[in-house]
C-alpha cells in the first residue's frame, strides 16, 4: 500500500506544472465566457436603462477581474496531495509496525524440549 501512495506522488511532482498551466488555461477560457454572457446580459436587459456613469464603473470592475495563472487556478492540486501523504504516511506506519513484528518474531529466543 505504501508503494501506491507514493508513486502518485511522484506523479503529481511531475505532472503538476503542467496540469497547472491546462487548468489554467481551461479556467481562463470558463471565465471568459461568463464575463461574455455577463455583458451580453447586461446588453439585454437595460441597454437604454444605462446611464453615462454606469458604463466606466462597469469597465473598471471588468479591469479589476482577475483570471486564472498556473500559480493561481480555482481548483489546485494541493488537496489531492494531502490525501495522497496521508494515505503514504499511514502505510509508512504500518510498514513500520509490520516490520518490529516480524524482527520481533525472527530475534525471540525459541526454547527446544
Not at 77 to 87: D, G, H, Q, R, S
Amino acid at each position: 500500500m505504501f508503494v501506491y501512495s507514493v508513486v502518485p506522488l511522484i506523479g503529481l511532482a511531475l505532472l503538476s506544472q503542467k496540469y497547472a498551466q491546462r487548468q489554467a488555461r481551461l479556467e481562463r477560457q470558463y471565465q471568459g465566457h461568463m464575463a461574455a454572457a455577463e455583458k451580453k446580459l447586461e446588453k439585454l436587459e437595460g441597454s437604454d436603462a444605462t446611464s453615462e456613469a454606469e458604463p466606466a464603473a462597469q469597465d473598471k470592475s471588468a479591469a479589476a477581474r482577475t483570471y486564472s495563472t498556473p500559480e493561481d487556478t480555482i481548483i489546485p492540486l494541493a488537496p489531492l496531495t494531502l490525501i495522497f501523504l496521508a494515505i503514504a504516511g499511514f502505510a509508512a506506519i504500518m510498514l513500520a509496525r509490520e516490520l518490529r513484528k516480524r524482527d520481533s518474531v525472527l530475534s525471540a529466543p525459541t526454547t527446544e524440549n
